[in-house]
């Protein structure tokens, strides 16, 4: 649960934000774009790419190559601007969120990386590299993101926004629905895939998107394997 003094900060700062609404629309699409153009760069950085800001919005702007970085890292941009902008449409849906459209995100974000993957639950037991935490075979991941489904759109629709949104975020690394690519182990889109999902799932509730920097990704990394070895045990449907 949120400790009682961040929880008043968020709530402070949400006011705020509510209090300046509704806001010109100039200013909404120069802070969409800022916010995308970040929220890409540090999402795909968490996962390795070598692009810096300032590529990552070249590749958004002309869709052009850059010199010295591969065709993977360059269609890791532009699938993540078709995956925000996949979110943003159910953002204004009233639909619930289920394992369909996780696996439409999924889709998109390792669209023309993995064709075969993409979408595509793992038929393989994986491991986290770095990680001791072992996911659930194979065999289980179809009932457990049913279960995640049905917690989503069940009892976590009493917790407050904010924990929704993480704890719907820490449930999709435990499960780890997605398999490595067949091109280089670790681009599963399992991470992206799950910070897609999370704010979705803010944006839903009136919160703005979440970007964790990649400056803080050693700390992301490691408040997230202590979570999930500590909860490892318990059914994401629970």
Same mark, same amino acid.
């Given at each position: 649960m949120?400790?009682?003094?961040?929880?008043? !900060?968020?709530?402070? /700062?949400?006011? %705020?934000?509510?209090a300046? !609404?509704?806001?010109?629309?100039?200013a909404?699409?120069?802070l969409?774009?800022q916010?995308?153009?970040?929220?890409?760069?540090?999402s795909n950085? =968490?996962e390795?790419?070598t692009?810096t800001l300032?590529?990552?919005?070249?590749?958004?702007?002309?869709?052009?190559t =850059?010199?010295g /970085?591969?065709?993977?890292?360059?269609?890791e941009?532009?699938?993540? /601007?078709e995956?925000i902008?996949?979110v943003e449409?159910? @953002? /204004?849906?009233?639909?619930?969120?289920?394992?369909?459209e996780?696996r439409q =995100?999924?889709g998109l974000v390792?669209a023309r990386i993995?064709?075969e993957?993409?979408? $595509?639950?793992?038929r393989?037991?994986?491991? =986290?590299a770095g990680?001791?935490?072992?996911?659930?075979?194979?065999w289980?991941?179809?009932?457990?993101m %049913?279960?995640?489904?049905d917690w989503l759109?069940?009892?976590? $629709? $009493?917790?407050?926004?904010?924990v !929704?949104?993480?704890?719907?975020?820490?449930?999709?690394?435990?499960?780890?629905?997605?398999?490595?690519?067949a091109l280089r182990?670790?681009?599963?889109?399992?991470?992206?895939?799950? !910070?897609? @999902?999370?704010?979705l799932?803010?944006?839903?509730d009136?919160?703005?998107p979440?970007i964790?920097?990649?400056?803080h990704r050693?700390?992301?990394?490691?408040?997230l394997?202590?979570?999930?070895?500590?909860h490892?045990?318990v059914?994401?449907?629970?």
């Amino acid at each position: 649960m949120l400790e009682p003094r961040l929880l008043a !900060r968020l709530e402070e /700062k949400k006011a %705020a934000l509510d209090a300046l !609404r509704p806001l010109p629309q100039a200013a909404v699409r120069r802070l969409q774009e800022q916010l995308t153009v970040e929220w890409i760069y540090n999402s795909n950085a =968490i996962e390795g790419n070598t692009l810096t800001l300032r590529e990552t919005n070249l590749i958004l702007e002309t869709g052009l190559t =850059i010199g010295g /970085k591969s065709l993977r890292e360059h269609f890791e941009v532009l699938n993540h /601007k078709e995956a925000i902008d996949y979110v943003e449409s159910l @953002v /204004k849906g009233l639909a619930p969120v289920t394992p369909f459209e996780v696996r439409q =995100i999924h889709g998109l974000v390792l669209a023309r990386i993995d064709d075969e993957e993409a979408g $595509q639950y793992r038929r393989a037991q994986v491991t =986290i590299a770095g990680a001791d935490y072992r996911p659930p075979e194979a065999w289980q991941v179809p009932q457990l993101m %049913a279960d995640w489904g049905d917690w989503l759109n069940g009892p976590a $629709q $009493q917790l407050h926004p904010v924990v !929704r949104a993480a704890l719907a975020h820490h449930r999709l690394v435990v499960v780890h629905p997605f398999p490595s690519t067949a091109l280089r182990t670790g681009v599963d889109g399992n991470g992206r895939t799950a !910070r897609l @999902v999370m704010n979705l799932l803010l944006m839903r509730d009136g919160y703005p998107p979440t970007i964790i920097e990649k400056a803080h990704r050693r700390q992301y990394e490691r408040v997230l394997t202590a979570t999930v070895l500590l909860h490892a045990d318990v059914p994401p449907g629970l």
